[in-house]
């Protein structure tokens, strides 16, 4: 059987730990191309770049693993998926994999991850896509507890086929694999952040702000991913970009529109 | 009765004439405050300012509409929006207006689009949203044929209250108002993206990529977006930030997962 092809990019960036670790796992399953941001790129959200230029530089072969052919570029993890699709794969791969993140990327964070954009720019691209993030903002997180689950979700994607036009949010629990109760498939929870700028002043004396927060669970509901993660298990909810909400229109039709 | 009170913000910057159109209109239905990006912020998706400090600037009163209190910020349009609900206004405003875009956001740019993720910021945040597009994008485009549309959706979303956790997607065709035929309740169109690249050389010698590309429309349905627009209609989107794909769960369940 003929090896899948797999494109692994990332938002933290080529040299990321996490990214690291998810290209030694695909190189197991797969044929591997890496093509990710040449810096960090978290809360990038879906951006691209419209009004400046794009670098791709290829890595030499000494970097990262043997065998497996990266690419770093100047832009976001959307503009890496777009110009590996159609600039520097030779073919479409049977799957795009994002991550692994450093943090989570549950609930309204979906919203803001550039992890899971270069998932669902694949996605709108027809490609199968999984981003995977572990609840861990450190740089030297611990990414060996995810192994297990990862290769299991990825290959049970590529035998399944993940469903038209929905893309897989993963996200892994601070534990031990042996501590991890399996994989929850969840809805997103409601949540938000409640913001705190921290304000300070320059040393020429103006004022600006540090964006900080505090995250603040709305739902209590036992089917979401905040709740899987809270008890043990990895949560993968499936993810669209179809943002119709049409449970609204009935509403909305009534309104006196002209 | 009190005058609701309106926040107006955008990705095209604090200058753009969509957005000085919008605040015009904005101060006939009640008190604007505005809060928007110092430099043009299109294709931003929903990025925020993580790693970086953000600035907001007062601007003089005799810039602008007159009564009117505005800031400039260098952050993304999201980051308008969360510096606005917590530092700059007073109380949480009745209503959050982004646009007028200067350029579509229907279909699959909801993604990309600055504009919108202004507009879903604040409805994650719990206030009412609308972002406004034009489908021209011309910086010296004819906002007037868009108003009175946009004051009667405005209007009719302050009597009757947006859907909880919707935000509207207002697209309005390049025609003159009298040849527009009406506001239609839609859903999102499939479309996507074929891009090309246009590679260049720079004149150091290194090769370096323009993102261009074609839309290609992916839906032949008459109840969308795109449908609505090239059929002489305002187009109206609910978008909802809850993107969990319900119907993909049950199949998702059956995989073997660990």
Redesign the interface.
């Known amino acids: 059987m003929k090896k899948p092809l797999i494109l692994v990019t990332n938002d933290d960036g080529i040299t990321a730990p996490g990214l690291r670790s998810l290209v030694l796992l695909m190189k197991e399953i797969g044929d591997v191309v890496v093509v990710a941001p040449d810096s ?1 790129q ?10 400046s ?4 530089t290829k890595m030499s072969s000494d970097f990262g693993a043997s065998g497996v052919e990266e690419y770093s570029c100047s832009g976001t993890p ?2 890496c998926v ?2 590996a ?3 520097l794969l030779e073919r479409k791969p049977d799957i795009c994999v994002s991550g692994i993140n450093h943090g989570a990327n549950s609930s ?1 964070n ?3 991850s550039g992890t899971m ?1 270069a998932a ?1 720019e694949a996605g ?3 490609v199968p896509a999984i981003g995977f993030s572990l609840c861990d903002y450190s740089w030297d997180a611990d990414f060996s507890q995810a192994k ?2 990862i290769t ?2 990825v290959k ?2 590529l ?2 086929g993940i ?1 038209k ?2 893309v ?2 993963v996200n892994i629990p601070r534990l031990k694999t042996e501590e991890i109760k ?2 929850k ?1 969840c ?2 929870a ?1 949540a ?1 952040w409640k ?3 921290d ?1 300070r002043t ?1 040393p020429m004396g ?6 900080t927060g505090e995250f603040e669970l709305l739902d209590k509901g036992e089917d979401t991913d905040e709740w899987a993660l809270a008890n043990g298990y990895v949560s ?14 009935q ?8």
Chains 1, 2 share one sequence.
């Open positions: 960090p978290s809360g990038m959200g879906h951006a691209i770049t419209l009004d230029t794009l670098y791709a959307a503009d777009k110009l699709l159609q600039e309204i979906v919203i803001y954009s669902i709108i691209e027809g297990a689950f299991n979700i049970e994607a035998d399944h469903p036009d929905v897989l949010n399996g994989v498939i809805r997103q409601k938000n913001e705190k700028f304000k320059n103006r004022d600006y702000y540090w964006l993968l909810v499936p993810t669209q970009f179809d943002l119709t909400a049409h449970h609204a229109i509403a909305i039709n009534n309104w006196n529109l002209k």
